[in-house]
């Protein structure tokens, strides 16, 4: 699963005519339940937007459901609750970097999760959008498949990160979402991690020093 991640544009994303410009977002702790930066496409229009971190299905008013923060890629075609976001509002999570949790023993051990190189990426998401009392509320979750063997040991769930030459693709309601689904299977990328503070554990933590490496305990690990 993925239940935080990072974006605080230290890498700069790679560039698109066709999208417009991010905004000025910066965060090193993103939680569930907060808003954070999505890219979306209405129509023909890309747009950047706020939305909030747990996809609230579309439902009637006044039933309680719950609201996932992650999508399995193996079912999310299957899943009701997913079915018609996943056909029509898919959108771009960015980050820098996810953090995933070792468990050994009773023990839980907080990992950074990165792409070398230059650029930030950007995770697949799926979204709605509900009206009440006249404003919209935009909701999200992340995509996950099977974790790149590079981190297997760390946890066996990883989000789903896209080239970023199937951006468009997979933002615009024409594509085929088998297709897409069926390309990211697997991890196409590989994957970096290290160790942090159990800092990130706690939701007001954000600071730099949340991805650095940290060495706690360390002979435990390996």
Same mark, same amino acid.
């Given at each position: 699963?993925?239940?935080?991640?990072s974006w605080a544009q230290k890498k700069a994303l790679p560039s698109h005519s066709s999208l417009p410009t991010p905004p000025q977002s910066v965060s090193y702790n993103r939680a569930p339940g907060q808003e954070h930066p999505i890219s979306i496409q209405r129509?023909?229009?890309?747009?950047?937007?706020?939305?909030?971190?747990?996809?609230?299905?579309?439902?009637?008013?006044?039933?309680?459901?719950?609201?996932?923060?992650?999508?399995?890629?193996?079912?999310?075609?299957?899943?009701?609750?997913?079915?018609?976001?996943?056909?029509?509002?898919?959108?771009?999570?960015?980050?820098?970097?996810?953090?995933?949790? !070792?468990?050994?023993?009773? !023990?839980?051990?907080?990992?950074?999760?990165?792409?070398?190189?230059?650029?930030?990426?950007?995770?697949?998401?799926?979204?709605?959008?509900?009206?009440?009392?006249?404003?919209?509320?935009?909701?999200?979750?992340?995509?996950?498949?099977?974790?790149?063997?590079?981190?297997?040991?760390?946890?066996?769930?990883?989000?789903?990160?896209?080239?970023?030459?199937?951006?468009?693709?997979?933002?615009?309601? !024409?594509?085929?979402?088998?297709?897409?689904?069926?390309?990211?299977?697997?991890?196409?990328?590989?994957?970096?991690?290290?160790?942090?503070?159990?800092?990130?554990?706690?939701?007001?933590?954000?600071?730099?020093?949340?991805?650095?490496?940290?060495?706690?305990?360390?002979?435990?690990?390996?």
């Amino acid at each position: 699963m993925c239940g935080r991640y990072s974006w605080a544009q230290k890498k700069a994303l790679p560039s698109h005519s066709s999208l417009p410009t991010p905004p000025q977002s910066v965060s090193y702790n993103r939680a569930p339940g907060q808003e954070h930066p999505i890219s979306i496409q209405r129509e023909n229009s890309r747009e950047w937007t706020l939305a909030k971190w747990g996809l609230d299905p579309l439902r009637q008013p006044m039933v309680k459901q719950p609201s996932p923060i992650n999508a399995r890629i193996e079912t999310v075609l299957e899943k009701p609750v997913f079915q018609n976001s996943i056909l029509h509002r898919r959108c771009l999570v960015p980050a820098d970097g996810y953090f995933e949790w !070792q468990k050994i023993e009773t !023990q839980k051990y907080p990992h950074f999760h990165f792409l070398p190189g230059p650029h930030s990426f950007a995770m697949a998401g799926i979204w709605n959008e509900s009206k009440q009392g006249g404003q919209s509320n935009i909701t999200f979750a992340v995509l996950t498949h099977s974790a790149s063997p590079d981190i297997l040991p760390i946890h066996h769930r990883m989000p789903v990160i896209l080239r970023s030459e199937d951006w468009l693709d997979w933002m615009s309601p !024409q594509s085929n979402p088998d297709l897409l689904l069926s390309r990211y299977a697997q991890c196409q990328h590989t994957v970096l991690a290290h160790q942090v503070s159990s800092r990130v554990n706690r939701v007001h933590e954000d600071d730099p020093g949340i991805t650095d490496p940290f060495s706690e305990k360390q002979t435990t690990l390996w």
